[in-house]
């Protein structure tokens, strides 16, 4: 993930050392690593700020909490029972969201103790999820049944699927406008733009390769 206010500085999971690895992509550059003391801390969240990041440690169900500035682990808490993957939080780091595979719940937890705040159902494998950047809606990707939902945060209500859009698996970004959404299909090798709001396709990009994720980028 890009850090929110430094576009040429990004941070990167590293699931075989448990750290988090940030580089400056424009010097080409390791500028230092945090550890996650957990195992396979595979997808992340960073506040508005980019002062603290969250990691979510797929087989052990668990979160971690870095301080980005110091490069310091703060704490780690076990939310569910694993696996989890998608991950996202809310502007202040108040409310953190993790997706279940096992249950198929979405879990909210308190960002600093770890709490569990409310549980969101309604999905068989939430693989991927992230927050819009105003921290008032939740993207989840169901890779079980296929489609991409869209959660209201604050009433922690299902508002409904992307309509025309299958498979959506690799939900990274919401853009600034907090409306449009970039979403990866990843066995077709599509990368997709969609509209929050209406919940529909704007836009379909065909890679022609499978595709794992996608993102959006900083402006240089």
């Not at 440690?57 to 870095?66: F, K």
Request: aromatic share 4%; net charge neutral.
């Amino acid at each position: 993930m890009f850090h929110p206010t430094s576009p040429n500085r990004a941070f990167v999971t590293s699931q075989t050392t448990r750290n988090v690895i940030e580089v400056d992509v424009e010097a080409g550059k390791v500028l230092g690593a945090t550890e996650t003391r957990a195992v396979g801390s595979h997808t992340m969240a960073i506040t508005a700020d980019g002062r603290t990041a969250f990691t979510a440690n797929e087989p052990e169900g668990s979160l971690s909490r870095l301080d980005l500035v110091r490069r310091a682990f703060v704490a780690k808490h076990v939310v569910g029972p694993g696996p989890t993957e998608g991950i996202g939080v809310t502007p202040d780091g108040r409310e953190v969201w993790m997706g279940f595979m096992k249950d198929g719940t979405v879990r909210v937890v308190d960002g600093t103790t770890g709490a569990l705040l409310a549980t969101v159902t309604g999905f068989i494998e939430p693989a991927r999820l992230t927050l819009s950047p105003d921290g008032s809606r939740a993207v989840v990707a169901d890779g079980g049944c296929s489609v991409t939902q869209v959660v209201d945060v604050r009433t922690r209500r299902v508002l409904g699927p992307i309509i025309g859009l299958d498979e959506g698996f690799g939900v990274a970004k919401v853009l600034p406008d907090n409306r449009t959404a970039v979403v990866a299909v990843i066995q077709k090798g599509v990368v997709a733009m969609v509209d929050l709001e209406d919940r529909r396709v704007i836009s379909r990009y065909d890679l022609g390769n499978r595709i794992d994720a996608a993102a959006w980028g900083p402006k240089p």
